[in-house]
C-alpha cells in the first residue's frame, strides 16, 4: 500500500509538471506568434490534451520507470511551426527554455517552503538523503504527507529540469543553445536536427549521461537547500 501510494504521488506531481513545462512552451510560442499548440489546446494547464498528445511518455513510461527504479521520467510535447521556428530561431528557443524554466520554478517552490518549515520546526534535513526524502517531518499525519510532497517535487522537477538541459536533440537544451548562434547557423543546425533518426540516436545518448549527471545535480541543489550540512 505504501508502494502504491507513493506511486501515485509520484504520478500526480509528475503529471502536474509535465503539463506545466509543456504548457510553458505552448505559451511562450503563442506570444511569439506561433498558434499551433494553441489550436491544439496545449496553452491549458488540464492535462488532458497533453496527456492526448502523448499517452506513452505520460503515463506507460512514467509508470514503468517508477515499479522498475522508484522514480518517475516521461515526457509530453507541444506541437510548433517548423517553419515560423526556421524563420525565427531566437523566438524558438526561447520557446524550448520555457519548459525547464518552469520545471526549476516549481523546484524553487518546493525548496521555500521546506525552508519555511524548517524555520518553523515542521521539517527538519535528514541524515541520509534519497530522491522520496529531501526533507522529513517532526510529526506524522499532513506534515508527514507534506514532506513527501515537497520531497517528491523538488527531486522530480530536478530530474525534469536537468534531463531536458542536456544540449541533444530532440530535448530542450539543444534548441536553447541557438540564443548563441547567428540565425544563418542556427538555420543550418536545425535542418541538420531535424533529421529523421537523430532524435532517437539522442535520447540514447543523453539517457547514458543522464545517469552520471543526475546524482550529482541533485547533491549540489541539496546543498544550497542545506548549506550548513554539507552532504556528500
Known amino acids: 500500500m505504501d508502494k502504491f501510494a507513493d506511486g501515485l504521488t509520484w504520478y ?7 503539463t506545466l513545462h509543456e504548457a510553458s512552451h505552448a505559451f511562450i510560442s503563442y506570444k511569439f506568434g506561433d498558434r499551433t499548440a494553441y ?19 505520460t503515463v506507460v513510461v512514467p509508470i514503468l520507470s ?23 530561431p531566437k523566438k524558438s528557443a526561447a520557446m524550448a527554455l ?34 522520496s526524502t529531501i526533507t522529513r517531518a517532526y510529526e506524522g499525519g499532513i506534515y508527514a504527507a507534506m514532506a513527501k510532497f515537497l520531497s517528491i517535487g523538488f527531486s ?16 530542450d537544451g539543444s534548441a536553447i543553445i541557438k540564443f548563441f548562434m547567428p540565425d544563418e547557423f542556427a538555420r ?13 540516436i539522442g535520447i540514447l545518448v543523453a539517457w547514458n549521461l543522464f545517469d552520471h549527471i543526475y546524482f550529482k545535480a541533485l547533491l549540489f541543489f541539496i546543498n544550497l ?8
Open 12 to 18: 500526480i506531481i509528475f503529471l502536474f509538471s509535465t
Open 39 to 57: 489550436e491544439g489546446g496545449q496553452v491549458s494547464l488540464n492535462p488532458v490534451p497533453h496527456v492526448k498528445r502523448e499517452p506513452f511518455g
Open 66 to 88: 517508477f515499479l522498475l527504479g522508484g522514480w518517475m521520467i516521461g515526457w509530453a510535447s507541444a506541437p510548433y511551426n517548423v517553419n515560423w521556428a526556421m524563420t525565427y
Open 98 to 131: 520555457g519548459g525547464p524554466l518552469a520545471n526549476l520554478s516549481i523546484l524553487l517552490l518546493c525548496a521555500i517552503v521546506i525552508r519555511l518549515g524548517i524555520s518553523s520546526d515542521i521539517f527538519y534535513a535528514p541524515d541520509s538523503i534519497n530522491v
Open 156 to 171: 522530480l522537477n530536478l530530474i525534469l529540469f536537468t534531463f531536458n538541459l542536456l544540449p541533444i536533440p530532440p530535448l
Open 188 to 200: 543550418k543546425y536545425m535542418n541538420f536536427v531535424y533529421q529523421p533518426g537523430i532524435g532517437i
Open 225 to 232: 537547500l542545506y548549506p550548513e550540512n554539507h552532504y556528500e
